[in-house]
């Protein structure tokens, strides 16, 4: 048995304080109950300071047969079991409190850990844009200006304040490419990422494409609903647990992560308003073929082209979307890659019907992320082209069990879930196909200790 040396002083300690009390009732066991208060002391100082064997401090051996002496003892005198009993029952329910204390703990720091950005990428993004500052680049974009607006390109969106993950995206897309010098980048940030983005993708060359850095909050200048600020929003990712149809037993239920549109996303027809068609990418994307032949994709009139999630189908999401709202045999969709026909969407006005959803989902549903995901299933109703299941490989980001055959084959690996590829929690085998794409000449990725 592992740490078996602990675990037997920890099951010594729990029956001597079952046995200290009704011991120093007694004045005539006053030297057992001295000797049994020392033991516990000092089990109690060992076992703050360590949790494993190889750590225990030298003749611990002396001390665990110290101890077992002294409960032999407390053990031959006669005692009233009932206090005992008693006694024993309190530690139990002093160790389950404190284990369901230790448990709801270890969740909330799993939780920071995921939705907080590790303090290295901060401090990357915070270098580079005290960099910027400092040495004033050349803004290149008036004289790539004309190809930010060309239909004619091969235009690609990326929601993100990572500068590392959106870089690697771009960095896996390109190097996938057989034709690289009419595809566009448009990277939308938030104030915060926005110079910090700028530097990096300034000084960090794609082969010949083009890359644009927006900042989100500066749409608000043109912002119809002065009610409404607008701030970068990403992907929300919903956890999704329901029983399995191969195993209906009540114990085999199966967890996915959904990730759809933010608010962000319904926002494509405004800020690329010259634009028919673009891709929109998630961060936690890895592409590994070339995406060209999406720009020909006959969507049937659709809006969005999407990966289909038929793992969740509707049906089984009826009591939270309402029971007529929706075809109960369709599958859910995901945002990661999706093809976007920015003709249709403004034809069937997508983002009018997402924004009424919203509304009248607000009076119901408290939650706003909540609210989020029924708008952005429903709005999009009739409106979604399946994407082949060979074009997007989800689950990189909680599920262990994947086949190494299809993440080989897949055009594009996505993250979804919270052991994200840039965080510590990431799951080990899967980070190689992220890594390889992650530029490591930047001095600041050293000094910020950046190290995926």
């Known amino acids: 048995m592992q740490d078996s040396m602990v675990k037997k002083m920890k099951d010594q300690l729990y029956v001597a304080r079952a046995y200290y009390p009704s011991v120093a009732k007694l004045p005539a066991l006053e030297k057992l ?3 049994l208060k020392q033991n516990i002391q000092e089990f109690e100082r060992v076992l703050s300071e360590t949790s494993t064997d190889k750590d225990l401090p030298p003749l611990i051996g002396r001390k665990l047969r110290k101890m077992e002496a002294a409960i032999a003892k407390a053990k031959s005198h006669p005692f009233d079991c ?3 009993d008693k006694k024993l029952r309190q530690l139990v329910d002093m160790t389950e409190d404190e284990a369901n204390f230790h448990m709801k703990q270890s969740a909330f720091l799993y939780q920071l850990a995921v939705q907080t950005m590790p303090k290295s990428l901060h401090c990357f993004s915070m270098r580079l844009t005290v960099e910027y500052f400092r040495s004033a680049p050349l803004d290149i974009e008036q004289s790539l200006a004309e190809k930010y607006v060309n239909p004619e390109l091969h235009h690609f969106v990326i929601f993100s304040n990572n500068v590392l993950a ?4 771009i960095n896996s ?11 566009v980048f448009h ?3 938030d104030t915060q990422n926005y110079f910090a983005m700028k530097l990096w993708f300034f000084r960090n060359s794609f082969k010949e494409v083009a890359v644009q850095v927006l900042n989100i909050e500066d749409f608000n200048s043109n912002n119809h609903d002065k009610a409404t600020v607008l701030h970068l929003s990403l992907p929300e990712e919903f956890r999704v647990s329901f029983r399995s149809v191969d195993k209906p037993s009540a114990t085999q239920f199966r967890t996915e992560y959904m990730s759809v549109f933010s608010h962000s996303h319904y926002l494509l027809p405004r800020i690329f308003q010259s ?3 673009v891709v929109v990418l998630d961060d936690d994307i890895v592409v590994q073929r070339d995406l060209s032949a999406l720009w020909s994709l006959d969507m049937d009139g659709k809006v969005n082209a999407a990966p289909q999630f038929c793992t969740v189908r509707l049906i089984q999401l009826k009591n939270y979307l309402g029971a007529n709202s929706f075809d109960k045999n369709s599958c859910a969709w995901m945002s990661g890659l999706n093809v976007i026909d920015l003709v249709m969407w403004r034809k069937q006005d997508v983002t009018a019907t997402y924004q009424r959803l919203v509304q009248e989902l607000d009076t119901e549903e408290a939650n706003s992320e909540a609210v989020m995901l029924r708008a952005s299933l429903l709005a999009f109703q009739g409106l979604v082209h399946a994407l082949d299941d060979t074009w997007a490989l989800s689950g990189l980001g909680h599920n262990y069990g994947l086949e190494v055959e299809a993440i080989r084959t897949a055009a594009v690996l996505h993250y979804n879930g919270n052991m994200k590829p840039w965080l510590e929690l990431g799951i080990p085998k899967y980070k ?3 890594r390889k794409f992650l530029s490591r000449e930047n001095l600041f990725l050293g000094d910020c200790n950046v190290n995926p």
């Open 275 to 277: 634009l028919k068609k």
């Open 82 to 84: 009932n206090n005992i």
């Open 173 to 183: 897309t390109i190097m996938h490419s057989k034709e690289s010098r009419n595809q």
């Open 432 to 434: 190689d196909y992220w």
């Open 33 to 35: 109950s001295h000797e």
């Open 166 to 169: 959106s870089s690697v995206v």
């Open 187 to 189: 990277v939308l940030t």
